[in-house]
């Protein structure tokens, strides 16, 4: 199965940035799409941004237009940069990579937006 591992998580102001990181480990199946969910507590786990194996992305709404997510395929690495944070991104950050035969989860990285 593949393993990921997230990091770059952090407290940051409103309005600031912040740059995730998820690198995934090699397997026999390449991957066909990585990206991002979040929770926030109460709340149910959802989508933030995802990226095929061939580039194509897909976001939140409420994300758009803030967030950019990209992948490196040589180092097997997907990251999201985050700009004009809002308290309501407070999440915990979670990496999911997918094969034809494995759907991966990392352990989670927190993101806190508060002045």
């Known amino acids: 199965q593949v393993q990921v591992v997230e990091s770059g998580g952090g407290l940051v102001q409103p309005g600031g940035s912040l740059r995730l990181s998820c690198a995934a480990s090699?397997?026999?199946?390449?991957?066909?799409?990585i990206g991002w969910y979040r929770q926030a507590p109460g709340k149910q786990r959802e989508l933030v941004a995802v990226?095929?194996?061939?580039?194509?992305?897909n976001y939140a709404d409420s994300v758009k237009g803030r967030f950019t997510i990209n992948r490196d395929n040589a180092k097997n690495t997907v990251y999201l940069q985050m700009n004009s944070l809002k308290p309501e991104d407070t999440a915990v950050y979670y990496c999911?990579?997918?094969?034809?035969?494995?759907?991966?989860w990392g352990q989670g990285t927190q993101v806190t937006v508060s002045s």
């Open positions: 999911n990579a997918r094969t034809i035969v494995d759907n991966s």
């Open positions: 090699r397997n026999r199946f390449s991957i066909t799409v």
């Open positions: 990226i095929s194996s061939s580039g194509r992305t």
